[in-house]
T-cell receptor, first 107, second 112 residues
Framework: KNEVEQSPQNLTAQEGEFITINCSYS?????LHWLQQHPGGGIVSLFM???GKKKHGRLIATINIQEKHSSLHITASHPRDSAVYIC?????????FGKGTLLTVNP | GAGVSQSPSNKVTEKGKDVELRCDPI?????LYWYRQSLGQGLEFLIY????????KSGLPSDRFSAERTGGSVSTLTIQRTQQEDSAVYLC??????????FGPGTRLLVL
């Protein structure tokens, strides 16, 4: 069993839909990261959080430390949100990564 | 300022040859990381530097892999006697004392 599990693996949505990607982890963490990787592109760090909730534009990330669970939400999804979203959990210096969620938003 | 840069962006080599991959972190970032992303696989931690020291080398897949960092800045990842299973995208990231990691564009390595 992977130490960081994401669901779903693949997600297809229509433009404007509300998107939720889930991440469960079994490793001890000091922070959880959400990353975005566009096809053929580099990786961008979206959020780093250790408690509560963070919001940036249409993106919201939440974490429940007791339940070892985090969610990434995208409101009013847009085709440009199509990418692989990766959850990573761990300490400041060592991260364990989920396998990623491929999101496709159709116009 | 400039982000994390990596070179080369692509590298094709023959099995058995040595390769050297370079990472230039963001200026002033003390922590530097190397990761590997194989086709169809998730990201895999390889090694972490704090300054020039590597307190955790546990992610290096074999003794053919080594890395160094000099002057608290540039890092090189060396793979000796490359094998086909070494084909992957090698990513470097850096960060300040605290905070998020900034990723480079990666080096795509293909071992024929």
């Amino acid at each position: 069993k992977n130490e960081v599990e994401q669901s779903p693996q693949n997600l297809t949505a229509q433009e404007g839909e509300f998107i939720t990607i889930n991440c469960s982890y079994s490793v001890g963490i000091s922070a959880l990261h959400w990353l975005q990787q566009h096809p053929g592109g580099g990786i961008v760090s979206l959020f780093m959080l250790s408690s509560g909730k963070k919001k940036h534009g249409r993106l919201i990330a939440t974490i429940n430390i007791q339940e070892k669970h985090s969610s990434l939400h995208i409101t009013a999804s847009h085709p440009r949100d199509s990418a692989v979203y990766i959850c990573a959990a761990g300490s400041n210096y060592k991260l364990t990564f989920g396998k990623g969620t491929l999101l496709t938003v159709n116009p | 300022g400039a982000g994390v840069s990596q070179s080369p962006s692509n590298k094709v080599t023959e099995k058995g040859k040595d390769v050297e991959l370079r990472c230039d972190p963001i200026s002033g970032h003390t922590a530097l990381y190397w990761y590997r992303q194989s086709l169809g696989q998730g990201l895999e931690f390889l090694i972490y530097f704090q300054g020039n020291s590597a307190p955790d080398k546990s992610g290096l897949p074999s003794d053919r892999f080594s890395a160094e960092r000099t002057g608290g800045s540039v890092s090189t990842l060396t793979i000796q006697r490359t094998q086909q299973e070494d084909s992957a995208v090698y990513l470097c990231a850096s960060r300040e004392e605290e905070g998020t990691q900034y990723f480079g564009p990666g080096t795509r390595l293909l071992v024929l």
